[in-house]
Nanobody, 125 residues
């Protein structure tokens, strides 16, 4: 599967962005999806994940209440709605797919693979 993230940009603190991740060339609806980010000089970190069914989701503590992950299985796309953005949210954001189909629970420790190209999010203070 190939994943392509888009929707990043420059926004002021308190603003919003919606990231999209389009999947092609493989199965989508039966796999969980995740969003990760990597800031300069830091390790990549889990941001949010959603199960194949869309019923279960997980978020990093730093984004809970501000970010929402969702999926559109018709369009083979996963979204990350980011509200009340903060300068510390500045990073390259990546999407990835769970390698195991029909996993019921998605969490930060899920071994995501099939990483897509990232999209830059910059939040100014």
């Amino acid at each position: 599967v190939q994943l392509q993230a888009s929707g990043g940009g420059l926004v002021q603190a308190g603003g919003s962005l919606r990231l999209s991740c389009a999947a092609s060339g493989g199965s989508f609806s039966t796999y969980g999806m995740g969003w990760f980010r990597q800031a300069p000089g830091k390790e990549r970190e889990f941001v949010a994940g959603i199960s194949w069914s869309g019923v279960n989701s997980a978020y990093a503590d730093s984004v809970k209440g501000r970010f929402t992950i969702s999926r559109d299985d018709v369009g083979n796309t996963v979204y990350l709605q980011m509200n009340n953005l903060k300068p510390e949210d500045t990073a390259v954001y990546y999407c990835a797919r769970d390698p195991k189909a029909y996993r019921w629970i998605i969490k930060a420790e899920t071994p995501f693979t099939s990483w897509g190209q990232g999209t830059q999010v910059t939040v100014s203070s």
